[in-house]
């Protein structure tokens, strides 16, 4: 059976991942963000699958233009049913084995996000899901205010570009094509 | 071995009425799927100096030929993501990899590269050979490399490269490399003293920071191809700011210009063709592919074909050879008769009776504009169009005449200047500067124009050939005025008619045109004829020969109306596709359905051409452009893929020798040509073994049991049953003679045979000579035995012998004459024979002691120890014991006070020893050692044992062999 570890220490040990992951120095150019919402939608023919999370934790460092962001796959709720839930981390995403999706590398664009505005840039990088790593261009939305910073992205993932597998049966109800949603808030250091 | 799961889907274009885009022409799909049922990814293609496509993947590099899939194999240390092939120089071909690392493709085997400084630690994303052979390696993280001199040196961000990860890099001239980051575009290059960068980024003016491929169209400008901002083409050596334009398309992976087509391969948005103008702007989508939605590499074959690659399938595009044009909007393409190409660019073809006017819009489209023209009877029909030097159209009908149209007014009128014209059935308008020609089911007419007057009110100057003394036959297809200003009639009926200086001559003598019904006359650029017929093929005139060309040619049909001459190409047309004949060399390749042509309109008058020889013609719904391949390989090529012996794989080259019982040889081959992977067929010779050539399908030919000679396979391919023009692969070995075949060995035999030979006849001469030794020896022992026994010594003292028993005893006088006789007997019995019993001979010996006993008594002394056994099985010469006996006496004093002691038995080595003491008589007899010799030779001669004799002052002791029958 599933076993549930607290969220917190998970969250926690994300933070720590994704800092001596990326070696961030400690600089006023960094933002952060331990609670961004991420949410996600599979469009089949015969049904929705939605779940969504509050705990993505991100990192930002302006002056090296680097970027890592990690989830935990199990802090995902909000599904249909318990079944689908349990199907989604058993079945689909093993979330015992693989229990983070994470996203990490640079952003390409080079405006200042000490400045307010809102900015399109494309962050490029490292996708991992499912223990699955490709190389991924991501567009996001970047609302400077206030030294902080808002990211909203959308982008799509393919299954089967992760090796998730579709068994036949639930063909009809989980697309290949997931639309993916973020929004977080990161505040500087 | 790894057998590889291909599926092949066949999808042939059809176009959907309506749609804005069409799928490309001539398509095939080819999916790749391992033998675990997994689909490799497909990262690069590349196309090898043989002809083969490699294909690097996910799950390895796989060579394909057309058809299947095979996976190279690679050595233990050799990892699968293969995502960079080059050819550098030779033929070697370097392979990159997903891990950094650099293999080397060797006997269709990948080996890692060793490089002393080490490789990469990120992927490879490119490998390329500039003109000076430097290599140039891209990586995704550690900038550029390069190996010069065998030394392995970096371009990064420290040396003013704006970004580490490259996706892609290009050679341009004076071996400058650009290289496309994810910062904008570097020009670098670098000579043994520094490197030098230039960069190109958003910030001088470049849409998009991240260029994802480049496409060096010439030697100053490439295509970029970005992640955001589609493709642009870019001066290398004046960089200016490029507009930012709007691109809906999304990732750009890679990117290809081929004349004025640019095929851009998308992430998610699959293949698009875009049309580019003058300025290399790309203007007008052609056309745009979805069936593979992401599309991560392209490769332009050496036949012109494109290909695009995306996850596990390849997918075969026709290129830019052949283009759709224009999709008819209803289903009036079965009545079309009439396509015209008109020297603005716009096409006009007839809809029945109707006439259509395609023009082209400054954006590349076309719109369609109707005409209908009164003077033509609604059951009439457009047979044929024609535009003049001045720009007129003519316009032929079925019963409705003809009828020239001004485009630019619209403006029409009846041309009735000859009386075959009004209300004639034309069949097709030909023309050169001022004179017409309408060829109609009545003759032919000429119609010249005025110098001055344009319009289309000028008055034509017109004459006819109705009647049957000029041409023969009324029914005129087809008129050609040709080069040096003759013309020629094709009719329907006659076959060629040739008019020059006011002549007609007829061309339908055995071994010129022997048809009656001629079709379509072209000339092409050598003022070479080529006439089409009925069910005959084509012919070619070059002034003096007729040569034809049928399907023993490779031609697909025999029944031929359209013809057209485009460069250096004849286009002849039949339902399922185009014959492509090579007018300089004769080679015939295809264009069908592989290449999407499966209905084509063969009227007389649908193939008409642009000004740059590009044809234009319909296949169904859609009218194609056809672009004159320019220095493409239109014949396949062949390979010879590997050579087993005993049926096991050998690295082995052309020219090496097998020993006499290596002979179990096996040649793979494969024959490649990409557009026309079906009609692929060998014909294959082993000189040296066969004399003929013989045609199969196979790809593997097996030789068993090869006698010794020297043999040259040699394997060639066409597309048809022509080999004449065929492309030839070859391997020449020896099989040597075995060692028994070999002159030494000759030889050699011949003088030992010649030994054995001159042994046994010497053998046979000294057996004849002992055989001749041996009677003489026989006789003189018979001779001395006689002699001895009729020796009157011998008789007169056993006749006293006798005449005392006879006075004493008679009876045992008997009994001594009865030994007597017997001994005698004996002798003669027994001296022809070689050996005789032991048995017998002691009872010779029993016959003669009693004779002698008679004479001596007691004074005589035999002992004989010999079982009865021991004599039956035993054998000696005959007489021999009686010599010896014999001699015995005759040597020794025989007394009774020393009685002679005479010994017989067989000693431990089988030899009768007869041994008796020595009491030698004071006088020697005379001639006494004959008998003793003459035993000696006899049997030397009859068994090669010698008779040992031994006088010890004691003894005599004489050893006889004894014989075992």
């Known amino acids: 059976m599933v076993k549930f570890k607290p969220v917190i220490i998970t969250t926690f040990s994300l933070v720590t991942c994704i800092f001596s992951l990326a070696g961030f120095t400690q600089t006023g150019a960094v933002f952060q963000t331990s609670n961004g919402k991420t949410s996600f939608r599979s469009d089949a023919p015969l049904e929705l699958i939605r779940a969504s999370s509050t705990d993505l934790v991100g990192i930002i460092d302006d002056e090296k233009r680097t970027f890592g962001f990690v989830i935990n796959i199990r802090s995902f709720d909000g599904f249909n049913t318990a079944l689908q839930k349990q199907h989604f981390h058993e079945n689909y995403m093993e979330s015992d084995k693989y229990p983070t999706a994470r996203f990490n590398g640079k952003i390409i664009e080079d405006q200042d996000l000490t400045v307010d505005g809102v900015y399109e840039v494309r962050a490029k990088g490292n996708f991992t899901i499912h223990g699955v790593t490709h190389e991924r261009i991501i567009k996001s939305k970047l609302t400077v205010s206030n030294h902080k910073i808002l990211v909203t992205s959308n982008f799509t993932l393919l299954l089967s570009d992760y090796d998730i597998p579709i068994p036949r049966v639930v063909y009809q109800k989980l697309a290949n094509e997931i639309k993916v949603e973020v929004t977080a808030t990161l505040l500087p250091r | ?965």
């Open chain 2, 1 to 965: 071995m790894h057998r590889i799961l291909q599926n092949i889907i066949l999808l042939f274009f059809c176009c959907i009425v309506g749609s804005s885009f069409a799928q490309m022409p001539g398509t095939r799909i080819y999916t790749l799927t391992d033998e675990y049922q997994e689909q490799p990814r497909i990262n690069t293609l590349f196309q090898v100096k043989q002809g083969y496509i490699l294909v690097g993947t996910t799950k390895g590099l796989y060579r394909f030929d057309g058809i299947n899939f095979k996976k190279l194999d690679k050595e233990k240390d050799v990892t699968d993501n293969v995502t960079a092939i080059c050819a550098i120089s030779g033929n070697e071909i370097l392979v990159g990899f997903n891990n950094g690392n650099i293999g080397k493709l060797q006997n269709n085997q990948i080996a890692l590269l060793s490089l002393k400084e080490g490789f990469p630690k990120v992927a490879i994303s490119k490998i390329l050979s500039d003109q000076d052979g430097v290599i140039w390696i891209a990586t995704a993280g550690e900038g550029l490399y390069y190996l010069k001199n065998n030394n392995l040196y970096n371009i990064n961000t420290d040396d003013g490269l704006t970004d580490n990860f490259v996706y892609d890099i290009t050679v341009t001239q004076f071996s400058n490399v650009i290289a496309a980051t994810d910062h904008g575009i570097n020009i670098c290059s670098a000579n043994e003293k520094n490197k030098v960068v230039k960069s190109f980024t958003t910030k001088d003016g470049l849409p998009d920071n991240i260029v994802r491929c480049l496409f060096t169209a010439d030697a100053l400008h490439v295509w970029l191809g970005m992640q955001d901002g589609g493709v642009q083409y870019y001066n290398t050596k004046l960089p200016d700011s490029l507009p930012s334009e709007p691109w809906q398309y999304g990732q750009v992976n890679a990117v290809m210009a081929i004349s004025s087509n640019v095929f851009i391969a998308t992430e998610d948005r699959g293949l698009l063709v875009f049309n580019s103008n003058a300025d290399n702007k790309i203007t007008t989508l052609q056309y745009k592919d979805e069936r593979l939605r992401k599309v991560s590499c392209l490769l332009r074959d050496r036949e012109g074909n494109v290909w695009a690659a995306g996850n596990n399938q390849l997918m075969r595009t026709v290129g830019s050879e052949l283009q759709p044009v224009y999709a008819f909007k209803s289903d009036s393409y079965d009545d079309l008769h009439a396509l015209l190409y008109a020297k603005n660019g716009d096409l006009w073809f007839n809809k029945k009776q109707k006439l259509v006017h395609l023009s082209k819009l400054p954006d590349g489209s076309l719109k369609e504009n109707e005409f209908t023209i009164n003077s033509i009877a609604p059951q009439s029909d457009i047979t044929s169009l024609f535009q003049d030097e001045k720009g007129n159209i003519w316009i032929g009908t079925m019963g409705s005449g003809l009828i020239i149209l001004d485009p630019l007014t619209g403006k029409h009128r009846s041309i009735i200047e000859d009386p075959l014209l009004i209300n004639g059935s034309i069949l097709s308008i030909s023309g050169k500067n001022n004179l017409i020609w309408i060829a109609s089911l009545e003759g032919a007419v000429s119609c010249k124009g005025s110098d001055t007057d344009k319009s289309i009110n000028q008055t034509f100057k017109c004459s006819n050939y109705a009647d049957d003394k000029n041409l023969g036959s009324k029914y005129v297809y087809d008129i050609l005025t040709d080069s040096k200003n003759r013309t020629w009639f094709a009719t329907d009926g006659k076959g060629v008619i040739l008019l020059d200086n006011n002549t007609f001559t007829h061309f339908n003598k055995p071994g010129q045109i022997n048809n009656e019904v001629v079709y379509k006359i072209v000339e092409d650029n050598q003022g070479n004829l080529w006439f089409s017929t009925f069910n005959n093929g084509i012919i070619k005139f070059n002034g003096k020969n007729f040569t034809s060309f049928g399907i023993a040619q490779g031609l697909s049909d025999l029944n031929i109306t359209s013809l057209a001459i485009s460069g250096n190409y004849l286009l002849a047309a039949n339902k399922d596709g185009i014959d492509l004949v090579n007018t300089n060399t004769g080679n015939i390749s295809y264009l069908n359905e592989e290449q999407g042509l499966n209905n084509i309109n063969q009227d007389l008058n649908t193939f008409t051409k642009d000004e740059l020889g590009n044809i234009y013609f319909a296949n169904g719904y859609t009218i194609y452009k056809y672009q004159t391949p320019f220095q493409l390989q239109q014949k396949p090529s062949i390979v010879i893929d590997k050579i087993q012996l005993f049926l096991t794989d050998t690295t082995i080259q052309s020219g090496c020798s097998f020993a006499s019982d290596e002979n179990n040889i096996s040649f793979f081959y494969t024959g490649l040509f990409y557009s026309q992977p079906d009609k692929i067929q060998y014909q294959y010779k082993l000189e040296g073994y066969e004399k003929e050539w013989v045609s199969t399908n196979d790809h593997v030919q097996n030789f068993p049991q090869l006698p010794p000679g020297v043999y040259t396979f040699r394997v060639r391919v066409s597309l048809n049953q022509d080999f004449s023009l065929a492309s030839e692969a070859g391997f020449t070995f020896t099989i040597k003679e075995p060692f028994w075949q070999q002159l030494w060995f000759i030889i050699l035999s011949v003088i030992i045979l010649a030994a054995i030979i001159f042994f046994i006849i010497k053998q046979r001469e000294s057996a004849i000579e002992k055989y001749n030794n041996l009677e003489r020896e026989k006789i003189q022992s018979q001779l001395e035995t006689l002699r001895n026994q009729i020796n009157p010594h011998f008789l007169f003292n056993s006749f006293n012998t006798l005449i005392s028993e006879i006075e004493d005893n008679p009876d045992k006088a008997v009994i001594y004459v009865e030994h007597l006789s017997d001994f005698y007997r004996s002798i003669v019995m027994h001296k022809e024979k070689d050996f005789i019993s032991l048995e017998e001979e002691i009872n010779i010996l029993n016959d003669y002691f009693f004779i002698q006993q008679k004479r001596y008594g007691n004074a005589l002394q035999i002992a004989m120890s010999i079982s009865l056994q021991q004599q039956k099985t035993y054998f000696v010469v005959p007489l021999a014991l009686q010599l010896l006996f014999e001699n015995a006496v005759k040597h020794n004093v025989v007394s009774a006070e020393n009685p002679l002691q005479i010994e017989l038995f067989i000693n431990d080595t089988e030899q009768l020893v007869v041994r008796n003491n020595i009491m030698a008589k004071f006088q020697p007899e005379k001639g006494s050692s004959m008998g003793l010799q003459n035993i000696q030779k006899r049997y030397e001669l009859l068994c090669g044992r010698t008779v040992t004799v031994d006088n010890d002052n004691h003894f005599f002791t004489v050893k006889l062999p004894l014989i075992k029958q």
